[in-house]
């Protein structure tokens, strides 16, 4: 008697699962690196599997925003609580860094306004003796650092031809 045996090719799957929940079962995985994700491989033969690690980079990113203090009226220098413009406070969260990058200003008419910055009432170098005229400009000396709590402050301290209906933006930087 002559037997022939007929083997029938087994097509295994791998059963791939996230959090326990099946996501499905093929023949391959293929992993793919995204945007700062690393991934490596290694054939651990002594367990008979593939060992994969999957790596995230830590990279940082840096963000502008900015923050506008409007005077409607006329722009003059404060007498006590006359005139006086109220800061704004600074928040900085754990990790980050947050930077006064530049400041853009005009008013809409007159003929100038000479303004300063102050953070915690030190004037900020760089950012004092600033012009404000009818031509919107941008003034951009050396960054300043900031930290949590600071208090930013907007000083006018001369005026000259009735300046009226400033606009005074900061602009920060944020890096987390």
């Known amino acids: 008697m002559n037997v022939t045996q007929f083997i029938k090719p087994i097509t295994q799957k791998v059963r791939v699962s996230k959090g326990g929940t099946l996501v499905g079962a093929r023949q391959e995985v293929n992993f793919i690196e995204g945007n700062d994700v690393t991934i490596t491989t290694a054939d651990n033969a002594g367990s008979n599997r593939i060992d994969v690690t999957i790596a995230a980079s830590s990279t940082t990113k840096t963000f502008r925003h900015s923050q506008t203090w409007t005077i ?24 980050q860094a947050v930077k006064l990058v530049s400041v ?14 102050q953070n915690n009432g030190a004037d900020i170098t760089g950012f004092t ?7 919107a ?23 000259s031809g009735s300046p009226q209906n400033m606009s005074f933006s900061l602009f920060f930087e944020t890096v987390v």
């Open 129 to 135: 003796g600033i012009s404000v005229t009818t031509t």
């Open 137 to 159: 400009t941008t003034t951009d000396p050396a960054d300043a650092t900031l930290a949590d709590g600071d208090m930013l402050q907007l000083v006018v301290t001369a005026t």
């Open 72 to 95: 409607g009226g006329f722009v003059n220098v404060a007498q006590g609580d006359i005139d006086y413009i109220n800061p704004i406070f600074v928040s900085v969260t754990a990790g």
């Open 104 to 117: 853009r200003h005009r008013i809409n008419s007159g003929t100038s306004a000479t303004v300063k910055l």
